[in-house]
T-cell receptor
Framework: EAGVTQFPSHSVIEKGQTVTLRCDPI?????LYWYRRVMGKEIKFLLH????????ESGMPNNRFLAERTGGTYSTLKVQPAELEDSGVYFC??????????????FGEGSWLTVV | KQEVTQIPAALSVPEGENLVLNCSFT??????LQWFRQDPGKGLTSLLL?????REQTSGRLNASLDKSSGRSTLYIAASQPGDSATYLC??????????FGKGTRLSVIA
């Protein structure tokens, strides 16, 4: 069974450009999460989808970030326009049921974004 | 607001040594606590998940304990090996809120 896959694995873009990150969750997982780790900081929550609906987007830093999950399958996270402080690792994760129910959350390898 | 702290930030031990990694959290009303491993340039691998009703979980040489009343969890690694070198992260799960991570402990096991 395939795990959580993310694309691209690495991206270097110039300030002001646009980048779109993609996440394919484990098949059948309704819950999809985006997290981010910037240099020297802890991994922080961005948002949570349940199927195609945004359950919680309280962690989204500002309106330059747009996440979608069309059809409740894969998700995209677009950063437009990118700023230097957006550099970091963007992790996607999925779970069948909520982690609070004792279900493990599975993470992808991350998309490493560098804004120059 | 839940905050998770991991001590130490970095640890270097000789091969074969037993070691303990510490994780503390401020809100004891957690549902679960999960330990992860991250290798350089890689994603997060789940190691152990402890539900609030449990006190510990074991997997091979790893043993994780949870003490909700004191807001602490420990990850015990027995007979450490160079392949155990990685960053270890703990994350608290409270209700339906997303995982709250600590900054991690970077472990180096020297052959």
């Amino acid at each position: 069974e395939a795990g959580v896959t993310q694309f691209p694995s690495h991206s270097v873009i110039e300030k002001g450009q646009t980048v779109t990150l993609r996440c394919d969750p484990i098949s059948g997982h309704d819950n999809l999460y985006w997290y981010r780790r910037v240099m020297g900081k802890e991994i922080k929550f961005l948002l949570h989808f349940v199927k195609e609906s945004k359950q919680d987007e309280s962690g989204m830093p500002n309106n330059r970030f747009l996440a979608e999950r069309t059809g409740g399958t894969y998700s995209t996270l677009k950063v437009q326009p990118a700023e230097l402080e957006d550099s970091g690792v963007y992790f996607c994760a999925s779970s069948g049921q909520l982690p609070s129910s004792g279900n493990t959350i599975y993470f992808g390898e991350g998309s490493w974004l560098t804004v120059v | 607001k839940q905050e998770v702290t991991q001590i130490p930030a970095a640890l270097s031990v000789p091969e074969g040594e037993n070691l303990v990694l510490n994780c503390s959290f401020t809100d004891s009303a957690i549902y679960n606590l999960q330990w992860f491993r991250q290798d350089p340039g890689k994603g997060l691998t789940s190691l152990l998940l402890i539900q609030s009703s449990q006190r510990e979980q074991t997997s091979g040489r790893l043993n994780a304990s949870l003490d909700k009343s004191s807001g602490r969890s420990t990850l015990y690694i027995a007979a450490s090996q160079p392949g155990d070198s990685a960053t270890y992260l703990c994350a608290a799960i409270s209700g339906n809120t997303p995982l709250v991570f600590g900054k991690g402990t970077r472990l180096s096991v020297i052959a």
